[in-house]
């Protein structure tokens, strides 16, 4: 009997002691998925669990809070709008449609754009387009820049001493560089060569990520498709593996 109370005090000190991994792992977080738009900021529609709709605030300053995305990753922006007779219930007119990534833990960011040209404030809103980006710590990681150009016109950027161009739809991740607020400048190839259009210092604090925007100018009244960029650039800390 001795015998055996030592071999059980054995065995629970061997359970107790087992490592972390040999335990069961708590699950991967959900796939989310985070709004940003380059056309003017609304507040939309979208179908939540049980179809129940879901307000979204999509503004172009800062990415929206994450939600879950649905298991088939498909998403549908709508607008209410007043029905032609007052008696009848509002239409819903799609705003959008895409699909997001339904794999546990990825993060990902639909980008609202205009169906054609550069985004205009004065048009009335219609339909958009999205641009789905994968947005989790692998793709882009804390202490790093991503530029994304959706402009029409190639764009050379410089930010500290790192020189490159961007080519229209064109993508570049880049390490912020360790100099205090480095100089980014962005400029445009134009009749007399390249031209600089957007001169700036740039930040960033500690364990946050950068992200900038190129788009084409919006039209004037005398100018369809003016000379120059517009850059939207956004700071947020990356999600860790779990969820946080």
């Given amino acids: 009997m001795f015998m055996q109370r030592i071999l059980l005090c054995l065995l629970l000190t061997l359970v107790s002691n087992a490592p972390a991994s040999a335990q069961t792992a708590p699950p991967p977080p959900p796939p989310v998925f985070r709004l940003f738009t380059l056309v003017p900021a609304e507040r939309l ?83 958009v387009r999205a641009e789905v980006l994968s947005i989790d710590a692998k793709a882009h990681p804390a202490g790093h820049v991503r530029a994304f150009n959706l402009a029409s016109r190639p764009v050379a950027m410089k930010l500290g001493e790192q020189l490159f161009q961007l080519a229209p739809n064109g993508a570049k991740l880049l390490p912020f560089p360790g100099e205090n607020q480095p100089w980014l400048s962005v400029a445009l190839f134009g ?46 800390r990356p999600r860790t593996t779990d969820g946080e």
């Avoid at 639909?110 to 339909?127: C, E, I, K, R």
């Avoid at 700036?200 to 925007?213: A, D, I, N, V």
């Avoid at 190129?214 to 956004?234: E, N, Q």
């Fill in 45 to 127: 529609l979208m179908d939540g669990p049980k179809g129940r709709p879901v307000v979204v605030s999509v503004g172009s300053n800062r990415f929206s809070p994450e939600y879950v995305a649905p298991t088939d990753g498909r998403l549908t922006f709508y607008r209410l709008v007043p029905a032609a007779e007052p008696d009848q219930p509002a239409v819903r007119v799609i705003v959008c449609e895409t699909k997001v990534s339904t794999v546990p833990g990825a993060e990902s960011l639909v980008v609202f754009l205009p169906l054609t040209g550069a985004p205009d404030p004065a048009a009335p809103p219609g339909p």
């Fill in 191 to 236: 009749d007399d060569g390249w031209k600089r259009v957007i001169g700036s210092p740039s930040h960033l604090r500690e364990g946050y990520r950068l992200t900038l925007f190129f788009a084409d100018l919006p039209p004037t009244a005398t100018d369809a498709k003016p000379f120059g960029v517009t850059m939207f650039k956004v700071a947020d």
